[in-house]
Structure formats: structure tokens, C-alpha cells
Nanobody
Framework: QVQLVESGGGLVQAGGSLRLSCAAS????????MGWYRQAPGKQREFVAT???????NYADSVKGRFTISRDNAKNTVYLQMNSLKPEDTAVYYC??????????WGQGTQVTVSS
């Protein structure tokens, strides 16, 4: 059973930075992709960033140039470095793992709150 544990969320002022981590209970070396999504109160969950097995990355337009996704295969961990945070980045951030048969696993989420 795949388990994903996010950490690193918290309260930060606008313009500040946070780094989220997502630790997987399985090797991420050969999985299809890992990504970050977020859900603000009253809104649908939305895509933030992904990184593929080959290291290709993709970002939502709203976070391009501010967020960076990376992975450490040795630690089975994916990171989301978030800089220049804005109040509109406030949300619960979820990690998602997509395995080789394209099944998705989700973490429990970590709260990020950006104050103005």
C-alpha cells in the first residue's frame, strides 16, 4: 500500500518562502510521476506542479517562476519550493503519486497560509 506523507506547511507572510516535502513509502525511482495539487476553501482542487520519472517538470501558470518541484529518488521524496508567496496561494497542498499503470495515490495534505 502506497502512503504519502506531506510536511512543511505553515503560516508565512506574503513574500515569504516555504518548502513542502512529500515522503513516499515506496521507491519513486520508476513511478510515472509525482505532483502537487492544492485546494483553497470553497474551491476545487487544482494542479500546481508535476515532475515525471524522466525529470520533466510542468507548472500551473499561477506559480511559474515562483515554485520549483524537485525529487530525491534516494529519499523517495518530492519537494515543492515556494517563493514569493501570495495570499492567494493559501490552500491545503496535496501530494500525488502516479504509478506505472496510471493509478493515483494522494497524501493527507498540508495547510499553507499566507498572510497579507
Amino acid at each position: 500500500q502506497v502512503q504519502l506523507v506531506e510536511s512543511g506547511g505553515g503560516l508565512v507572510q506574503a513574500g515569504g518562502s516555504l518548502r513542502l516535502s512529500c515522503a513516499a513509502s515506496v521507491s519513486i525511482f520508476s513511478i510515472n510521476a509525482m505532483g502537487w495539487y492544492r485546494q483553497a476553501p470553497g474551491k476545487q482542487r487544482e494542479f500546481v506542479a508535476t515532475i515525471t520519472n524522466g525529470g520533466s517538470t510542468n507548472y500551473a501558470d499561477s506559480v511559474k517562476g515562483r515554485f520549483t518541484i524537485s525529487r530525491d529518488n534516494a529519499k523517495n521524496t518530492v519537494y515543492l519550493q515556494m517563493n514569493s508567496l501570495k495570499p492567494e496561494d493559501t490552500a491545503v497542498y496535496y501530494c500525488r503519486l502516479t504509478d506505472r499503470i496510471l493509478y493515483h495515490y494522494w497524501g493527507q495534505g498540508t495547510q499553507v497560509t499566507v498572510s497579507s
